[in-house]
């Protein structure tokens, strides 16, 4: 026995359907066709003691300049904005040589 699928319901269907979307009382005495409202989260959320201690570090370095050299900074920025900053390659290139070697070690 096969059976098409149209999307349309049947007469009985619609009836129930019908039955069922009219203003129905539960048994709590609320009415069903009104929304549910939301309960309050209870959610909880407990850190281990390594994420607190990461917090903390993530606070101090947030707070602090970490080490920056503020001025230098600064000169670096007006150089660039004035052309005048050279870039010494020999420099990098050493310092990325050293990189490499200290990492496939």
Do not use: C, F, W
């Given at each position: 026995?096969?059976?098409?699928i149209?999307?349309?319901?049947?007469p009985?269907?619609?009836?129930i359907?019908?039955?069922?979307?009219?203003?129905?009382?539960?048994?709590?005495?609320?009415?069903?066709?009104q929304?549910?409202?939301?309960?309050?989260?209870?959610?909880?959320?407990?850190?281990?003691?390594?994420?607190?201690?990461?917090?903390?570090?993530?606070?101090?370095?947030?707070?602090?300049?970490?080490?920056?050299?503020?001025?230098?900074v600064?000169?670096?920025?007006a150089?660039l904005?004035?052309?005048t900053?050279?870039?010494?390659?020999q420099?990098v290139?050493?310092?990325?040589l050293?990189?490499?070697?200290?990492?496939?070690?």
């Amino acid at each position: 026995m096969t059976h098409k699928i149209d999307g349309a319901l049947s007469p009985a269907l619609r009836q129930i359907d019908a039955a069922a979307s009219t203003s129905v009382q539960s048994r709590s005495g609320a009415e069903r066709g009104q929304p549910v409202g939301a309960t309050a989260a209870t959610d909880q959320m407990r850190l281990t003691g390594d994420a607190t201690g990461l917090q903390a570090l993530e606070r101090e370095l947030g707070a602090a300049p970490a080490g920056i050299d503020v001025a230098k900074v600064n000169a670096i920025r007006a150089s660039l904005a004035d052309g005048t900053y050279k870039v010494d390659a020999q420099a990098v290139a050493d310092r990325m040589l050293s990189l490499e070697n200290a990492l496939t070690k």
